[in-house]
């Protein structure tokens, strides 16, 4: 007691402040220390598919990774955000202190209409009146604050994920070669907003509590005596310990909710993204079935979270508003029921209740105030959820732009020996940059599973050598490729090859991107490189002209015409358009992977002669006999890890048809 006492008589109320949340963050140290002594493995994750667990909970790493986000958000000092930072604390002190003067006035006021006196009801009036303005440009300036601080937050945070996100092949090695994040795209759009807002209003939400009860206590102790703001210090203790036990499971009940949310829009994009695939098969009813389960896994969960928020809403509701009433008045009603109390022996019973309404005023502002700190730690538990997501995120990215991935659920492969497997270490490979040249040396083909498709592939194809890659499916032709790409580690072996910007890949299915006509040959270049290279629009013409897509800048007008260029050209006009784009860029090796299905002989021979022109080497995959006479050497595997690689002669040819 004697400890309270001497904190209640700390005259600043932002050092009150800081010493209750410097105690607030003792604690959980000493709890988490605790926790770690006992050995505890009790986890929680946002994904079930890593064995281990991140904890959702208010304990001392949740205040670690706001630390280290807040590093992120409010990356200097003196920075617009620490500005609006200020603003905020500013206004809601600002705030504050009109509370006092509005319950000091509003009392003055109420005397005097009791006292009948006209001229001070009519002084005080017209004090607040005048005063009103402020009070209302003090709450829109919050209001500001807020708001801005929200958007300036989720812009720096969405600013660093992106560019972790998309660095290299980040974003590839997180769908096809990490599997411990699903739904990567909620997390960077729905739960960034969802932190930011809550880390935001949770400032907002402590920081006015906080500086109502420095402010309050200060004046109240003159006012009433000690014993009064310690009696409610104290309930706050033992009221919000109690309140956060119960609360825990809100942390994990969060998690789940983005998951569950997560894995009902994935599968809604799914439905958008394979509709036509899906129609042939008539699979809609199958779809129905999955949506249908996954929304009632969803609406499960939200059930039980409903059901929980009301139950901690009744307990919040009677410890944080109507116990701390009750609390207040026996604390404000002590004093005044105390006759032998020398404060009051010689007052009227005008100045009695003059008194009386300031003290209980504040003092109901007090217990107002430590009831929404008890509640703000609800705000809390909820913050620690999307705080585990976004920190998990970061964590997978910054292993994958390291080269580090983890996938579970490892399919065995036949023929391969665990020990045979032990030995291949994604990334022990050494890749070696040089210029027209592409050559493997002993390289193991595996996939990111570790299953091995050729144990030792070794070739070498210089500049002006086209290659036919022909097998099986499942032979291991687009690995080959992945790994010729660098979207898949190497396991050994050494691989030279040109840059990544001197290889280019021609799909099956290319990839029309969002924009205007120029963007679709031109990508991933934009209109400013374009004109930094020196290439004309007429030269853009020519390259339409030579794959006989030249209707389509006439059909569209202008090269600056923007459509839903996916929906617009037909399966032929997108492969020709593909072609196009790979003579935009002219790298030394292209790969072009069945992408002149939809074409005919005629303009594929023309493709083929004009790649051959303009010196650009091709890795091809088609099983179009037309082709063999376009290539030089051709690599076969057979799917049971052989292949052979050699030239293509009339023998060969034969062979092929």
Same mark, same amino acid.
């Given at each position: 007691?004697?400890?309270?006492?001497?904190?209640?008589?700390?005259?600043?109320?932002?050092?009150?402040?800081?010493?209750?949340?410097?105690?607030?963050? !003792?604690?959980?140290?000493?709890?988490?220390?605790?926790?770690?002594?006992?050995?505890?493995?009790?986890?929680?994750?946002?994904?079930?598919?890593?064995?281990?667990?991140?904890?959702?909970?208010?304990?001392?790493?949740?205040?670690?990774?706001?630390l280290r986000l807040l590093r992120i958000i409010v990356p200097r000092v003196f920075c617009l955000e620490t500005g609006y930072l200020l603003l905020i604390a500013g206004m809601l002190l600002t705030r504050t202190y009109c509370d006092v003067w509005m319950i000091q006035n509003g009392t003055l006021i109420e005397s005097a209409i009791i006292g009948r006196s006209m001229k001070d009801f009519k002084t005080f009036l017209f004090s607040f009146i005048k005063f009103m =303005?402020?009070?209302?440009? $003090?709450?829109?300036?919050?209001?500001?604050?807020?708001n801005e601080l929200k958007l300036r937050f989720r812009e720096r945070l969405t600013k660093h994920l992106y560019d972790q996100y998309l660095q290299g092949y980040t974003y590839y090695k997180m769908g096809n070669l990490d599997n411990r994040i699903a739904n990567v795209d909620q997390l960077l759009t729905q739960d960034v907003e969802k932190f930011c807002d809550s880390i935001v209003d949770l400032y907002s939400n402590l920081s006015k509590p906080l500086l109502d009860i420095g402010l309050y206590i200060f004046k109240l102790t003159s006012a009433i005596g000690v014993q009064g703001p310690a009696v409610m210090m104290a309930y706050l203790l033992i009221s919000g310990y109690f309140v956060n036990r119960l609360r825990r499971p809100m942390g994990k009940m969060t998690v789940m909710e983005q998951?569950?949310?997560?894995?009902?829009?994935?599968?809604n994009s799914r439905l958008i993204t394979n509709s036509e695939e899906i129609a042939f098969y008539n699979g809609n009813l199958r779809e129905k079935l999955t949506i249908h389960s996954t929304f009632k896994k969803l609406v499960d969960h939200l059930h039980r979270l409903i059901f929980f928020r009301f139950s901690m809403g009744f307990v919040d509701s009677i410890i944080?508003?109507?116990?701390?009433t009750v609390v207040g008045y026996l604390v404000v009603s002590r004093p005044f029921l105390n006759l032998s109390d020398p404060r009051y022996l010689h007052s009227t019973q005008s100045e009695l209740l003059e008194d009386y309404y300031q003290s209980g005023r504040m003092l109901l502002r007090l217990s107002q105030a430590l009831g929404r700190i008890v509640l703000a730690g609800r705000e809390m538990t909820r913050l620690s959820g999307f705080t585990v997501r976004i920190a998990?995120?970061?964590?997978?990215?910054?292993?994958?732009?390291?080269?580090?991935?983890?996938? %579970?659920m490892v399919k065995q492969s036949e023929g391969t020996s665990t020990a045979e497997r032990l030995q291949l270490r994604p990334g022990s490979g050494r890749v070696i940059n040089q210029d027209n040249i592409i050559?493997?040396?002993? %390289? =193991?083909?595996?996939? =990111?599973?570790?299953?091995?498709?050729?144990?030792?592939? &070794?070739?070498?194809?210089? &500049?002006?050598?086209?290659?036919?890659?022909?097998?099986?499916?499942?032979?291991?032709?687009s690995s080959l490729f992945r790994v010729l790409g660098e979207l898949w580690p190497l396991f050994g072996g050494e691989l030279t090859?040109?840059?990544?910007?001197?290889?280019?890949? !021609?799909?099956?299915? =290319?990839?029309?991107?969002?924009?205007?006509?120029?963007?679709? !040959?031109?990508?991933?270049d934009t209109q400013e490189d374009q004109r930094r290279k020196g290439i004309a629009d007429q030269v853009l013409n020519q390259y339409l002209d030579n794959v006989q897509l030249g209707h389509i800048l006439d059909r569209e007008g202008h090269w600056d015409t923007v459509k839903d260029w996916m929906d617009v050209l037909s399966g032929g006009e997108k492969q020709r358009m593909a072609m196009a784009r790979l003579f935009y860029h002219k790298p030394q090796f292209a790969i072009l992977d069945e992408?002149?299905?939809?074409? &005919? $002989?005629?303009?594929?021979?023309?493709?083929? &002669?004009?790649?051959? %022109? $303009?010196?650009?080497?091709?890795? %091809?995959?088609s099983h179009r006999r037309s082709l063999w006479k376009h290539h030089a050497y051709y690599l076969h595997m057979d799917g049971r890890g052989n292949y052979e690689f050699r030239p293509i002669t009339d023998d060969t040819v034969e062979f092929g048809s």
């Open positions: 007691m004697a400890a309270i006492s001497k904190y209640l008589t700390v005259r600043n109320s932002s050092i009150g402040a800081g010493v209750l949340l410097l105690l607030y963050l !003792v604690k959980q140290r000493r709890r988490a220390s605790r926790r770690h002594r006992q050995g505890s493995t009790e986890l929680l994750q946002t994904t079930e598919k890593d064995g281990r667990k991140d904890k959702a909970a208010v304990d001392w790493a949740f205040f670690l990774r706001i =303005p402020v009070i209302a440009l $003090v709450n829109n300036f919050l209001k500001l604050g807020l998951k569950y949310e997560g894995e009902y829009r994935h599968v944080a508003k109507y116990i701390a998990e995120l970061m964590k997978v990215l910054k292993e994958l732009n390291s080269g580090r991935y983890q996938r %579970t050559k493997f040396e002993h %390289t =193991p083909l595996v996939t =990111p599973n570790g299953d091995i498709l050729i144990r030792d592939l &070794s070739f070498e194809v210089r &500049s002006g050598t086209n290659v036919l890659v022909c097998g099986p499916n499942g032979c291991g032709k090859k040109p840059d990544r910007g001197k290889l280019f890949y !021609v799909p099956q299915r =290319p990839y029309m991107t969002l924009g205007s006509l120029r963007d679709q !040959v031109i990508y991933p992408c002149t299905s939809a074409v &005919s $002989v005629d303009v594929e021979d023309f493709i083929y &002669s004009h790649c051959r %022109t $303009v010196g650009i080497t091709l890795f %091809t995959v």
